[in-house]
């Protein structure tokens, strides 16, 4: 905040804060040759060198400079200096459409208009080869007016990202409004995905809560994967039949947004917008960014630091995002006969070490089907032999969630051994237990 009154390179007056991510704060400012408000992003580079985050902000400047569209945040200029980036773009006065969801279930009316202009900025997106990827209120703003900007391209891909096949193969999006098939990890078309998730958006909008939601992150993915939700009983005939061809499971026969746009329901004061010519941004500001990190390699300690970053945003692939909560997943309860963790070692590592564990503590350890690992005590206990079974569910590559369960014996016995003995053991591959503080893990 102590970037308030400050003078941006003699051309932005910078005023109060605004917001803050893990990597950028975001302030007031105003032109001071125009007057205009605007919304001045500051970036940290140092943190963003060593999240190895280079590409994903210079996609985001490509992108944001590409897509130029009244439903579109605008990126009006992109400074930098030896320290930060500064993004200046335009003035979201009416914050985020997450705000008005939180006070309760919109209109129909209302809806149909944040959902059509929600809608003309995708399709103009995908017009472009811009596939968003992670479409959810909280990256949905609202001007002065009242009026839908789709903000935040991060994770956004061009056509140029597709493989040969013409599909996407990165898991992104934040889990409550992902489709089917990035779950799946089969390869998928990033119009078909991104239309899911505005399916999801027009539920919310309409119910005021998510279609699919589950405190266990696996039981909410099941649910994804077979489309099981209920329609609240307020939802009109029109609008159960689009969303049902919307949050149809089977990308193939998921309505397009063209038969979208010619429903009754969409239809509806449907005002399209004038389309602005595309305008992209000089070069030479993507370039100026200097995101070399020197001739000399990284210090240990900024090595260090990687292996402790916290932040998930970047791939948004477990988020804690507002009106999302994993509490289940993410709860500290010694009577658990459950436990999770996260990982950004391989799955082989993973596994590899869980055997070096078993053998250490005397555990026998065998495969079972499913992927499972079977951890099992030679010596009977109060109720039987101790058996623990630990399955690794992948996100992406780099990224993992271990599900540590007790299948037989005492439930005490178990946490005993958890906590006295596995815990301490499994520090070099965890980089969170359920329920702890991320930075106890750090220490």
């Not at 803050?20 to 060198?49: M, P």
């Not at 009316?109 to 990827?133: M, N, P, T, W």
């Not at 998921?254 to 239809?267: V, Y």
Request: glycine residues 6%; charged residues 30%.
């Amino acid at each position: 905040m102590e970037n308030k009154g400050k003078v941006l390179m003699q051309r932005y007056d910078m005023g109060r804060f605004l917001g803050q991510g893990n990597f950028a704060q975001v302030y007031y400012g105003r032109d001071l040759k125009s007057g205009q408000s605007v919304a001045i992003k500051v970036i940290d580079k140092e943190k963003v060198l060593k999240a190895r985050l280079m590409d994903q902000i210079k996609r985001e400047i490509s992108v944001m400079g590409l897509v130029k569209h009244p439903n579109v945040m605008q990126l009006y200029e992109v400074m930098a200096t030896k320290n930060k980036i500064y993004f200046v773009i335009e003035y979201a006065k009416g914050g985020e459409l997450f705000n008005k969801i939180a006070k309760g279930r919109l209109r129909e009316d209302v809806a149909r208009k944040y959902f059509q202009q929600l809608i003309s900025a995708v399709d103009f997106c995908h017009s472009r080869s811009v596939y968003h990827r992670d479409l959810k209120p909280e990256n949905l703003l609202l001007d002065e007016n009242g009026n839908l900007k789709v903000a935040d391209f991060g994770l956004s891909a061009f056509a140029a990202a597709k493989h040969q096949d013409g599909l996407l193969y990165t898991t992104c999006g934040t889990p409550a409004y992902v489709a089917p098939e990035v779950i799946s990890r089969k390869g998928y078309d990033g119009t078909k995905a991104d239309i899911w998730s505005c399916g999801v958006i027009l539920f919310v909008l309409l119910a005021g809560y998510l279609p699919f939601h589950d405190s266990n992150l696996m039981v909410m993915y099941r649910k994804i994967i077979k489309a099981d939700y209920k329609f609240p009983s307020w939802f009109s005939p029109e609008v159960r039949r689009l969303l049902s061809r919307i949050l149809d499971p089977c990308s193939a026969s998921r309505i397009s947004i063209a038969k979208i746009m010619e429903s009754p329901w969409f239809r509806k004061g449907f005002n399209p917008t004038s389309k602005t010519e595309v305008k992209e941004l000089d070069p030479l500001d993507v370039n100026a960014l200097d995101f070399c990190e020197n001739n000399n390699s990284e210090p240990a300690e900024a090595k260090k630091e990687m292996a402790k970053i916290t932040n998930l945003n970047a791939f948004d692939i477990i988020s804690l995002s507002t009106g999302f909560d994993l509490s289940g997943l993410f709860a500290e309860d010694d009577q658990k006969e459950e436990v999770n963790f996260t990982s950004r070692h391989s799955a082989s590592a993973i596994i590899s070490k869980l055997e070096d564990v078993a053998k250490h503590l005397r555990l026998k350890a065998k495969n079972k089907d499913g992927g499972v690992l079977k951890l099992e005590s030679p010596k009977e206990g109060k109720k039987g032999a101790l058996s623990i079974d630990a399955q690794v569910f992948e996100f992406t590559p780099s990224f993992h969630l271990v599900e540590l369960k007790k299948s037989s014996g005492d439930t005490l016995e178990y946490q005993k051994l958890l906590k006295q003995d596995i815990k301490p053991a499994l520090k070099d591959i965890v980089w969170a237990w359920q329920g702890e503080q991320q930075e106890q893990q750090q220490q």
